[in-house]
Nanobody, 120 residues
Framework: QVQLLESGGGLVQAGGSLRLSCAAS????????MSWYRQAPGKQRELVAV???????NYADSVKGRFTISRDNAKNTVYLQMTSLKPEDTAVYFC??????????????WGQGTQVTVSS
């Protein structure tokens, strides 16, 4: 199996910063695309940022210029550096990791989610 362990969420004032981490562990050959999603109360889950195995990145328009996604392939870990946080960034943040498993091919796994709350 594959486990994703997220950390770094919390309460921060508007304008502040947080760094989320998501480490993948378990039985897989390698990680592929890694991404962050978020879900605010009463809203659908939305893609925040994605990074390919080669390091190419893409961001939701709402976070461009404020959030940075990065990864450490040696640690199978993806990060989300969030700056200039706004109250509307308040949500549960989930990481998703696409991994290659022998016998299964490429499979998506989700983290348990970490709460980010931005106060005004």
């Amino acid at each position: 199996q594959v486990q994703l362990l997220e950390s770094g969420g919390g309460l921060v004032q508007a304008g502040g910063s947080l760094r989320l981490s998501c480490a993948a562990s378990g039985s897989f050959f390698r990680t592929n695309t890694m991404s962050w999603y978020r879900q605010a109360p009463g809203k659908q889950r939305e893609l925040v940022a994605v990074i390919t195995s080669g390091g190419s990145t893409n961001y939701a328009d709402s976070v461009k210029g404020r959030f940075t996604i990065s990864r450490d392939n040696a640690k199978n870990t993806v990060y989300l550096q969030m700056t200039s946080l706004k109250p509307e960034d308040t949500a549960v943040y989930f990481c998703k990791c696409n991994v290659y498993r022998y016998g299964s091919g490429y499979v998506d796994y989700w983290g348990q989610g970490t709460q980010v709350t931005v106060s005004s």
